[in-house]
T-cell receptor, first 108, second 115 residues
Framework: GIQVEQSPPDLILQEGANSTLRCNFSDSVNNLQWFHQNPWGQLINLFYIPSGTKQNGRLSATTVATERYSLLYISSSQTTDSGVYFCAGNTGGFKTIFGAGTRLFVKA | GAVVSQHPSRVICKSGTSVKIECRSLDFQATTMFWYRQFPKQSLMLMATSNEGSKATYEQGVEKDKFLINHASLTLSTLTVTSAHPEDSSFYIC???????????FGAGSRLTVL
């Protein structure tokens, strides 16, 4: 099956700082998504981004499908951005596989 | 947007009892739903794919007799943890894909504690 590698595994930011999270796939993927898991465990869809670039407020994401990676940008980070960020995708079947996540803590 | 409702959010049970968790797609139909398990500070592990009107497909290493899945309608899938033991304590999360938007949406999760 596909392998999903996320980096960095942990990240501590000062409020207001910017960051880039990366997701590498071992094979071509479909339906790539970025999720944020809040402290209560709820997974929130941030982006559905199989290719190209999307922006939503302070967040943006870019997927380069031909090179099997995706990036999530967080600008002007806030304490509420803390949590775990996951990327996930599938290879044409129904099963969606998750990376190990990036655990982000934003300090006030 | 697509909403997936999951309950109970928290459940505590005694060893040997069975616990049922429900997952509903509220504003879309889902022929396929997915059940994940998450241990503390770890990623989501796919347990099984729930198929409406047919048997679930279990991932390798997941006991189908321990984790019974029923997908009786296009909006409801249930996961029953049978004869629960403390090692079954975990966070269980269901999801479904809204095909109109092709977005995988998750329920809020169910935290199971087996005493």
């Amino acid at each position: 099956g596909i392998q999903v590698e996320q980096s960095p595994p942990d990240l501590i930011l000062q409020e207001g700082a910017n960051s880039t999270l990366r997701c590498n796939f071992s094979d071509s993927v479909n339906n790539l998504q970025w999720f944020h898991q809040n402290p209560w465990g709820q997974l929130i869809n941030l982006f559905y981004i199989p290719s190209g670039t999307k922006q939503n407020g302070r967040l943006s994401a870019t997927t380069v499908a031909t090179e099997r990676y995706s990036l999530l940008y967080i600008s002007s980070s806030q304490t509420t951005d803390s949590g775990v960020y996951f990327c996930a995708g599938n290879t044409g079947g129904f099963k969606t596989i998750f990376g190990a996540g990036t655990r982000l803590f934003v300090k006030a | 947007g697509a909403v997936v409702s999951q309950h109970p959010s928290r459940v505590i049970c005694k060893s040997g009892t069975s616990v049922k968790i429900e997952c509903r797609s509220l504003d879309f139909q889902a022929t396929t739903m997915f059940w994940y398990r998450q241990f503390p500070k770890q990623s989501l592990m796919l347990m099984a794919t729930s198929n409406e009107g047919s048997k679930a497909t279990y991932e390798q290493g997941v006991e189908k007799d321990k984790f019974l899945i029923n997908h009786a309608s296009l909006t409801l899938s249930t996961l029953t943890v049978t004869s629960a033991h403390p090692e079954d304590s975990s966070f269980y999360i269901c999801s479904a894909r809204d095909l109109s938007a092709n977005v995988l949406t998750f329920g809020a999760g169910s935290r199971l504690t087996v005493l």
